[in-house]
């Protein structure tokens, strides 16, 4: 096994081959390389992009299908995903708007 090179940004996401920001539970989804040099091109390449991110490069092993074994405690808390999970957070946040304040009020009936 050997070292692989992956980048990590300031919220603790991933960079992904489409240069998009991954919680890194599909490691074959990651950008990741043999050259650290690479992984520092990279770096600019997303920082320059973004000035507001912060990215540093994290080095970690390789498993035998070549794929980064990631450190449990550099993890981050997993993303929505686009389907299900996406549309019960946004089912959630509309029904939490559209709900009526509660008041204190009590109605005077004679």
């Known amino acids: 096994m050997s070292d692989l ?6 919220d603790l ?3 992904g081959k489409q240069n998009n920001w991954v919680d890194g539970r599909d490691l074959g989804a990651l950008f990741k390389t043999v050259h ?3 992984a520092i091109n990279q770096m600019f390449e997303a920082s320059s992009k ?3 991110q912060r990215i540093k490069v994290v ?3 390789a498993n035998e299908k070549g794929l980064p074994v ?8 997993p ?3 686009v389907g299900k999970d996406l549309l019960d ?9 559209a709900s009526p304040p509660l008041t204190t009020e009590s109605a005077d009936i004679h």
């Open 5 to 10: 090179f992956i980048l990590q940004n300031q």
């Open 36 to 38: 650290k040099d690479e």
């Open 13 to 15: 996401l991933f960079l």
């Open 79 to 81: 993303l929505p995903k």
């Open 59 to 61: 080095s970690c092993a």
């Open 89 to 97: 957070t946004l089912e959630q946040d509309a029904a939490a708007q």
């Open 50 to 52: 973004d000035y507001k």
């Open 70 to 77: 990631i450190d449990p405690a550099i993890m981050p808390e």
